[in-house]
């Protein structure tokens, strides 16, 4: 079993930029996709971002693409998301989670999945 603990949400303005992280323990997640996925309230869960194993490649919901950059640290069993030119509308819960497969864009494939960090983004 994985356990999450995301962290670095918090209040910013539109504009800037937070840093999030997902700590991952219990086994390794190297061999694993890992993405961020992110619910706003009276809203679905949404994909944000993905990456694969090696963290070579990457895949972008179109809304973030540009101003947000996904990236693991496999020595430290540790998933990143880097967010700038914040925005009013990514004001929301972020969730990280782990799949068993390549490049994992369906929530419903992950099958770990952390306890999530707020962020809002005044406007």
């Known amino acids: 079993q994985v356990q999450l603990v995301e962290s670095g949400g918090g209040l910013v303005q539109a504009g800037g930029s937070l840093r999030l992280s997902c700590a991952a323990s219990?086994?390794?997640?190297?061999?694993?996709?890992m993405g961020w996925f992110r619910q706003a309230p009276g809203k679905e869960r949404e994909f944000v971002a993905a990456i694969g194993w090696i963290g070579g490649i990457t895949k972008y919901a179109d809304s973030v693409k540009g101003r947000f950059t996904i990236s693991r640290d496999n020595a430290k069993n540790t998933l990143y998301l880097q967010m700038n030119s914040l925005k009013p509308e990514d004001t929301a819960v972020y969730y990280c989670?782990?799949?068993?497969?390549?490049?994992?864009?369906?929530?419903?494939?992950?099958?770990?999945w952390g306890q999530g960090t707020q962020v809002t983004v005044s406007s």
């Open positions: 219990g086994r390794t997640v190297s061999g694993y996709c």
């Open positions: 989670a782990v799949a068993p497969g390549f490049l994992v864009v369906t929530a419903e494939s992950y099958e770990y």
